[in-house]
């Protein structure tokens, strides 16, 4: 068996390992840096399929950090599988063709990303079945698109409706089924998902909120979709069913490993796991939510970054912590700018003590909601206008105390002129 | 005193001809000021990109568009990356990012291309507006 040498081992090469490397770059030019990506190239942006799928953009269109980032960090790159870890000999194995490498580390990153989630559905073994999260996804599907006319895409989250819009752009009939009473449950109230679902609608999409997908049946040829069937008995004719429903933290080599895992890998402030030495970030952690506060994963890919940043600086010595993160997401699918954060939908609004004032303009297809407790901003939703997102998020995320705040009304557009003049001098001076 | 001098000037300097006429009336797709006045009597200035030296839009850029120039150390937007998800949008502490909907795009200063005094700064009639330096860009 090979053996290779390295000082900072990557597992994975996503926006999670491309951050640490750039972070360990910034203090440590000298030490090797290894890298292993089951994904071939490594380091596109996995938030741009959709323009890939579409065929808006190619490979080389969407790629994050194009294939001499590697080589200028002097990152030796392996396109393999780990499949071993032994945190206390601290060696990964990792097969590479047909060949097994064993690399010796220093100091590890686990940036294994998400895997999709795939429901139990009914069937759905006997035919062809598709997940859209990675670039072999988006590849398989657009080779299978052309024999296809209407897909079934399930679940109404982030992935399900950029899919959707990617696939309206190739023409195909699309039928977009959430189980939750409106589409992007998690982030958005009914009152904004209704008009996102207006606009989605209206782009042909058929959207069938409130079901779910309980059986998909192959009447012709085996493994020809025929239908899929909802929990009411509605039959939706379709040739190809995509699954979408969301990723979950893809820890089992962390967990054979021995390594402490959750609902993702366990990680402190410096994204260090419970071994010494071992880090994890992005999809495959958990994360501190500094609304919620609690841990739990955040599969977004600025947060990837950011955790993905302060595991590099804390790997090369340069003691950094990461400040927490909550759900937050900016959307431009169907041309309906949507910036949501934090609590925007808390569960109890009128009960638990939260302040929430809303602003709709249905002609303008605006809407703005601000949730406040105890005077301090825990989650907002902006649609068709979100310029001042960013002050919102800030305040936010100083919990700096709105109350008595002039311009704190959401119909108004909230700017640095409405903000106490030390916090705006802090602000432009920065 | 808010004229609005800046963003007429901003707006020029990004339009293809270079003529405020011409970039005010004729040009598509519409040439967008990337400084913005923002008043609320008496207080009033001129805002536009900080180019934070450690900055959240590039840290949360999707596609790579929002970068670091590493020889100068601007925060620079790379149009043809862009595919205007507006995440930048989401993170900018200042709101200073805009949104150029014709495009489907973000614009932000570039400092007129680091080409000395950017045209804001230089044709302020009130000395209001400063180009300044912080301590020397290191990557």
Redo the contacts between chains.
Sequence with gaps: METLKTHYLMIGASAGAISAVEAIRSIDERSPIAAVSDEEPAGYSRPMLPELLAGELDVKGIMFRDQAFWRRNKVHLIYGKAFELDVEERTAKVSENHSTIKIEYEKLLIATGGKPITPPIEGLEDVQRYTFTTLRDAERLSNRLPEVNHVAVIGGGLIGIGLSESLRKLGKKVTLIELKPHLLPQILDEKAAGILEERIKRAGVEVKTGHTVVRVHSEKDPGELSYAELDDGERIRCQQIIMAIGVSPNVELASKAGLEVNRGVTVDERMETSIPGVYACGDAAELYDFIHGTRRPLPLWPIARWTGKTAGYNMAGLPREFQGATSMSALKYFGVPIVTVGLANPVNQNHDGYDVKTYLDPTRKVYRKIVVKDGRIVGFTLLGEIGDAGVIYHLMRSRFNVRGLRGMAPALNLSLTHLPKRVRRDLLWR | MGCGLCEVYCLTQHSRSRDILKAYKRERPKPLSRVRR???HP?S?A?QC?H?AEA?CV??????AMHIDEKTGAVIHDPDRC?????C???????A???DLEN?IVAKCDLCGLSGEPACVANCPNGALEYREDPPWK?
């Excluded at chain 2, 595919?83 to 995440?87: L, R, S």
């Excluded at chain 2, 949008?89 to 709101?95: A, D, E, F, L, R």
């Design positions: 923002e008043v609320a207080l200035f805002l900080r934070c959240p840290d949360a850029c999707l596609t790579g595919m205007g998800c507006w995440t949008i989401m993170v900018c502490p200042t709101g990012l805009n949104m489907r990557p």
